[in-house]
């Protein structure tokens, strides 16, 4: 792949695919599916699985229901070291039914999407995003916020999900831009200010 980032888009609804879920899962897969508290949920996590074997298999050069997966400390799936042998990295996210899977080899990989939605942004804002970031966000106008709240949002997502360091990381601990069509970028990082030369960050 040449460090290239690959996305995948799909839709967990069982309508829109005929996947064997069953025979596709691991045991533990299962399991994990069954904690669902609503059957909807457990229905997504398969279909979810299930289309990331079915990619990642792409790669791999294996059937999805032989794929093996080991979990750093803090739960970040990835493929087990007998079968990856180019550094593949992936990432997974979702809302609602729409999910997006990010996938490079070589090197560290994060992604992330949310369905916009009213939310009180400000008071959110206040738990999740920097003093520089709040700033911007209060000086955009109201009908400007909710999409930086999200751009903000998924940004920061996608680069803590990228380091798969789970909530150790501090959403506060860096900047990124939140501003209406403008750009995707990582513009700060604490306590390494180096840090932000290190990662690319894009957005849709």
């Known amino acids: 792949?040449?460090?290239?980032?690959?996305?995948?888009s799909f839709m967990l609804k069982i309508g829109e695919?005929?996947?064997?879920?069953?025979?596709?899962?691991?045991?533990?897969?299962?399991?994990?599916?069954?904690?669902?508290h609503f059957p909807q949920d457990?229905?997504?996590?398969?279909?979810?699985r299930a289309m990331l074997r079915?990619?990642?298999?792409?790669?791999?050069?294996?059937?999805?229901?032989?794929?093996?997966?080991d979990y750093n400390t803090y739960g970040k799936p990835i493929v087990a070291a007998a079968?990856?042998?180019?550094?593949?990295?992936?990432?997974?996210?979702?809302?609602?039914?729409?999910?997006l899977c990010a996938v490079t080899d070589g090197a560290?990989?994060?992604?992330?999407?949310?369905?916009?939605r009213a939310l009180d942004y400000p008071r959110l804002a206040a738990t999740i995003f920097s003093p520089r970031e709040q700033e911007i966000l209060?000086?955009?106008?109201?009908?400007?916020?909710?999409?930086?709240?999200?751009?903000?949002?998924?940004?920061?997502?996608?680069?803590?999900k990228a380091h798969g360091l789970g909530l150790s990381m501090?959403?506060?601990d860096f900047d990124v831009t939140i501003a209406p069509n403008e750009p995707a970028r990582l513009l700060a990082t604490r306590p390494d200010a180096a840090e932000v030369s290190r990662w690319s960050l894009y957005g849709w």
Do not use: C
Not at 84 to 97: K, M, Q, R, V, Y
Not at 138 to 160: C, I
């Open 1 to 8: 792949m040449n460090q290239a980032v690959e996305i995948w």
């Open 17 to 36: 695919h005929r996947l064997p879920l069953t025979e596709w899962l691991s045991a533990d897969e299962e399991v994990r599916a069954t904690r669902f």
């Open 42 to 48: 457990a229905t997504k996590f398969r279909i979810g």
């Open 54 to 69: 079915l990619i990642l298999s792409h790669y791999v050069g294996l059937p999805p229901a032989a794929l093996q997966f």
């Open 83 to 99: 079968q990856n042998h180019t550094g593949l990295a992936f990432n997974l996210a979702h809302s609602g039914e729409y999910a």
């Open 108 to 116: 560290q990989v994060g992604i992330d999407l949310e369905l916009i």
């Open 138 to 160: 209060h000086n955009l106008s109201t009908d400007q916020q909710p999409m930086a709240f999200f751009n903000g949002w998924t940004r920061k997502e996608a680069y803590v």
């Open 170 to 172: 501090a959403l506060t």
